[in-house]
């Protein structure tokens, strides 16, 4: 990824664009793509280009796990959607750049060597979708169920393993983690944690969405219509580069 760094501040900018191009390619891939380092290269006119320094990336995390096996996209991945994705979020981003806290967060969690740094950040990704401040359990478990799929039986189970996530996060920042109770909420979140993630990656991939066709001011107002019933989900399969705002179904 090229980025035009004049007047801008280099560090942030490399974060940024390693924070997109990371979240997706997760997208079209198992497993997550390890950025380590960003250069930046000078490109006098009339001159060759020459790279004038390099940046080390932050990487939070074990990602030696990783580099016994090449990077691969699945199957169904080719440059055209990856493409098309990439111009999205980008779009997402310009609308609302607190987004680059969401994906970054999400980045992370793949690479944390403990269940507790792993179970605080998917839970810090997905609670950064929304903006209530009560009841923030139980919205947080059915906003994100209903952000996630259109089917009401994946909801009721994505807003079972919610509450149970948001148990488990709360048990590790507020409470005692050794506990046995708190302790047993953490290992049934941690076993299921693919599962987790996946919930995690529709949610926020359906933000983006969201993001690109409207603005950020009607996002909440959009969820709680979801759970009414009064509005329907954005249709992802059906936009492309030209239509800004697709059909909802």
Not at 20 to 43: D, G, R, Y
Not at 45 to 69: M, N
Not at 156 to 171: I, P, T, V
Not at 189 to 208: G, M, P, T, W
Request: hydrophobic residues 40%; negative net charge.
């Amino acid at each position: 990824m090229i980025v035009n760094l004049s007047d801008a501040n280099v560090e942030q900018t490399a974060y940024e664009a390693a924070a997109k191009v990371q979240f997706a390619f997760k997208i079209f891939s198992e497993t997550p793509l390890i950025l380590s380092h960003a250069a930046v290269i000078l490109t006098p006119q009339g001159q060759k280009a020459s790279v004038e320094r390099s940046l080390a990336l932050p990487i939070w995390g074990d990602y030696g796990q990783f580099l016994s096996a090449p990077f691969a996209f699945v199957q169904e991945a080719n440059p055209e959607k990856v493409t098309q994705f990439f111009k999205i979020l980008t779009v997402a981003i310009e609308k609302h750049p607190g987004l680059l806290i969401t994906l970054s967060r999400f980045n992370s969690c793949w690479l944390r060597s403990t269940e507790h740094d792993r179970v605080i950040d998917v839970a810090i990704s997905l609670e950064s979708l929304l903006s209530s401040v009560t009841e923030i359990k139980f919205k947080f478990a059915l906003f994100n169920s209903f952000i996630t799929s259109s089917s009401p039986s994946e909801r009721e189970k994505s807003f079972e393993l919610l509450q149970l996530l948001y148990d488990a996060r709360s048990s590790i920042v507020h409470g005692d983690p050794k506990s046995s109770t708190n302790r047993k909420k953490i290992e049934i979140v941690s076993a299921r944690i693919n599962e987790v993630l996946k919930i995690a990656q529709d949610a926020i991939s359906y933000f983006i969405f969201f993001l690109y066709c409207r603005e950020p001011k009607d996002w909440q107002t959009h969820i709680e219509k979801l759970v009414f019933g009064t509005e329907k989900r954005l249709n992802q399969d059906e936009t492309n580069e030209d239509q800004i705002a697709p059909k909802e179904t």
